[in-house]
């Protein structure tokens, strides 16, 4: 990098700007993982039930 005196700023070029183009997305998670999820946090709010009855519910 070149060094400038103080005050000075490098010269700057523009930068060059990118098309953009379709963006892609994904569908989304599959059923299995979505019921996978939905159980894990069932077990998880049973736990926390047993430990605080009625707090979280």
């Known amino acids: 990098m070149k060094r400038t005196h103080a005050g000075k700023c490098p010269s ?3 930068m060059p700007s990118k ?4 963006e892609e997305f ?3 998670p599959d059923p299995e ?3 996978l999820t939905q159980t894990t946090a069932d077990l998880e709010m049973a736990d926390i039930d047993a430990i ?3 707090q979280y519910t």
């Open 52 to 54: 605080v009855p009625g």
């Open 26 to 28: 994904a569908p989304g």
């Open 33 to 35: 993982l979505l019921e």
């Open 19 to 22: 098309s953009r183009g379709q």
């Open 12 to 14: 700057r070029k523009p």
